[in-house]
Nanobody, 123 residues
Framework: VQLQASGGGSVQAGDSLRLSCTAS????????VGWFRQAPGKEREFVAS????????NYVQSVKGRFTISRDTAKNTVYLEMNSLKPEDTAVYYC?????????????????WGQGTLVTVSS
């Protein structure tokens, strides 16, 4: 499966954005789709993940209560709804997939990385 992320942009602190990760090809129920981000000069970090079949979710602590991951099976798309954005959320956001639990958070365990989408939050 190939994944393509979209929806980034430049916003003010406190604003919202919704990112989309669209899969080409069948997504199996055992697949989890994760969102990651990489800020300039920093390592790629886990943000959120959802299992396609069970819809179980996992979030990094810094986004809990502000970000929501969801999926639309008809559109083969996973969304990341980002509210109350902060300047520290500025990064390139990527989606990727894994056959396994959404509680797996190491980027090196994920495959099928899509091109990233840039989110810039200004204060």
């Amino acid at each position: 499966v190939q994944l393509q992320a979209s929806g980034g942009g430049s916003v003010q602190a406190g604003d919202s954005l919704r990112l989309s990760c669209t899969a080409s090809g069948r997504v199996f129920s055992s697949t989890s789709v994760g969102w990651f981000r990489q800020a300039p000069g920093k390592e790629r970090e886990f943000v959120a993940s959802m299992n396609w079949g069970s819809r179980s979710t996992n979030y990094v602590q810094s986004v809990k209560g502000r970000f929501t991951i969801s999926r639309d099976t008809a559109k083969n798309t996973v969304y990341l709804e980002m509210n109350s954005l902060k300047p520290e959320d500025t990064a390139v956001y990527y989606c990727a997939s894994i056959t396994g639990s959404p509680y797996i958070t190491a980027p090196e365990d994920y495959r099928n990385w899509g091109q990233g989408t840039l989110v810039t939050v200004s204060s």
